[in-house]
């Protein structure tokens, strides 16, 4: 049920974070028609957005105070989506991962997606609480587990890449929250002593699959890196990042690398690299500056947050966002490893993109809201 919206509601309404976000929707199936031209993946990404903004404004014209005290509900609710899409014959399994559901006329949801903000939304609940000093075990233990139950669900899919990006929105809330120094320091030395001990065990109790090696290999060692086997996908991408030149790469030939599709799931996991062949350095700058746009508008909401709830919320999800970008462009330019991370509001998929104007609606909702006491 959509609260009433405030007095101000239309002129406050963040009308350049609103259509920002829907240029960069609006460029990025361009990118995916021209990745796919002969799939319908760039008619669905312009109805996602359809549905996309319709959710965006149901969230902002609704008061995100009420919303975050109900966040349990979600929470739960999302917790479900992702005991069901485990299940036999309702979970679609992709590339040996049971990670999404079927949704007639569209396509697949993965709901992993949209639990990440059931999740920052739960934890700006219990971190939005006034309290005094720095935070303390308890409070991290209770971060830990709000964020480990999701996480452990979905490694049961498995989907290591999707996992990977809810921890930087834990990490966003505590720091945010006050954590103390010294808790910092603990993490940081302990990930650095306990990370290659993991992995080896991983690879020791075959958790960590070869593949999953070889794609860590390649980074690690691009030039003896096997370019057919599982350093293709990386090495191809940077050839169609090349080709791009400044202002993107020659099409009229129809023989450049984008357009004889070696370039495994350009609509998807390497969209930027799509981007970059047809746009060149010119249209990455152009990209990576619309984001920092994007980003800035949700900080600065953020900032103006009539209170720590709000400030939460938004921060968590701009966290999680950061990453995302962060690591999708890494994979694409060959720093990272292919982990199947999208690229947000660009690449294609419905959860991801619904998502993320959930999350733009929760910022226009804190700006509507930040003279109210």
Same mark, same amino acid.
């Given at each position: ?132 000093? @720095? ?10 587990? =709000? $964020?480990? #139950?999701?996480?452990?669900? &979905? %490694? *049961? ?115 930027? @690299? ?10 990455? =700058? $152009?990209? #990576?500056?619309?984001?920092? &746009? %994007? *980003? ?78």
């Amino acid at each position: 049920m959509v609260a009433m919206i405030p007095k101000r509601g239309l002129r406050d309404f963040d009308w350049v974070l609103a259509l920002l976000a829907i240029g960069i929707v609006c460029f990025g199936t361009v990118q995916i028609r021209y990745a796919q031209p002969t799939a319908p993946y760039w008619v669905k990404q312009l109805i996602g957005l359809g549905i996309a903004i319709v959710a965006m404004l149901l969230v902002a014209f609704n008061d995100y105070r009420k919303l975050i005290n109900i966040a349990p509900a979600f929470y739960v609710f999302g917790l479900l989506l992702l005991v069901v899409v485990l299940i036999p014959g309702i979970g679609l399994k992709i590339n040996g991962q049971r990670a999404w559901i079927g949704v007639p006329g569209i396509g697949q949801f993965q709901p992993s997606e949209f639990v990440k903000v059931t999740t920052a939304m739960m934890l700006a609940r219990y971190f939005g609480r006034r309290r005094m000093g @720095s935070l303390n075990l308890k409070d991290i233990a209770v971060g830990a587990i =709000i $964020l480990g #139950l999701p996480i452990a669900l &979905i %490694l *049961l899919e498995p989907d290591v890449g999707s996992v990977l990006t809810y921890i930087p929105i834990l990490v966003t809330v505590l720091f945010l929250s006050g954590i103390k120094v010294r808790y910092v320091v603990a993490a940081v030395v302990l990930s650095v002593v306990l990370l290659p001990l993991a992995y080896w065990v991983g690879v020791k109790t075959h958790f960590v699959k070869n593949y999953q090696q070889e794609r860590i290999n390649v980074i690690l060692d691009p030039e003896n890196a096997d370019r057919r086997g599982f350093g293709y996908n990386t090495w191809q991408s940077i050839l169609t990042v090349g080709e791009g030149g400044l202002f993107g790469a020659d099409r009229s030939s129809g023989h450049s690398q984008s357009s004889l599709k070696f370039l495994p799931e350009p609509h998807t996991d390497f969209i930027f @690299s799509v981007t970059a062949g047809n746009n060149g350095f010119a249209g990455c =700058i $152009l990209v #990576l500056f619309a984001y920092a &746009i %994007l *980003l800035a508008r949700m900080i600065t909401g953020a900032k103006r947050a009539p209170d720590r709830m709000g400030m939460l919320v938004i921060m968590a999800i701009v966290g999680g966002l950061t990453f995302q970008i962060f690591i999708n462009i890494g994979m694409a330019l060959g720093l990272l490893p292919v982990i199947g991370v999208p690229l947000p509001l660009m690449s294609s998929g419905l959860a991801s993109l619904i998502t993320t104007f959930i999350a733009i609606g929760f910022a226009i909702s804190v700006r509507l809201r930040r003279f109210v006491n």
